[in-house]
């Protein structure tokens, strides 16, 4: 059973940090891309960044430079830096797995999300 479960979120000052974790089971880590999602209040998902294979990619221009994700094959688990936060980026963050970055939103596997809430 294809399992992707989130941790890390919670409430944090602007210009602060956080580390979300993705642990993944029920598939074969390497062979999938892993992606940070994101809704906030109101708003469409948006896919943030993505790692499949040897190579990542950030698709979310706002978060440009101050998001890094990553991934430990070991642990079967995907990470996301989150640096000098801002109040917009407040949202529920979800990973997601599929075959490729660009069908993770319409049909990739999700994790049920963590909150992260960016406020003075």
């Known amino acids: 059973q294809v399992q992707l479960v989130e941790s890390g979120g919670g409430l944090v000052q602007p210009g602060g940090s956080l580390r979300l974790s993705c642990v993944t089971s029920?598939?074969?880590?390497?062979?999938?891309?892993i992606g940070w999602l994101r809704q906030a209040p109101g708003k469409k998902h948006d896919v943030v960044s993505c790692?499949?294979?040897?190579?990542?990619?950030t698709l979310l221009e706002s978060v440009e430079g101050r998001f890094t994700i990553s991934r430990d094959r070991s642990k079967n688990t995907v990470y996301l830096q989150m640096d000098r936060l801002k109040p917009e980026d407040t949202a529920v963050y979800h990973c997601?797995?599929?075959?490729?970055?660009?069908?993770?939103?319409?049909?990739?596997?999700w994790g049920q999300g963590t909150p992260v809430t960016v406020i003075s």
């Open positions: 997601a797995a599929d075959l490729n970055c660009g069908g993770l939103i319409n049909y990739g596997v």
């Open positions: 790692i499949a294979g040897k190579s990542s990619v």
């Open positions: 029920g598939f074969e880590f390497d062979d999938y891309a």
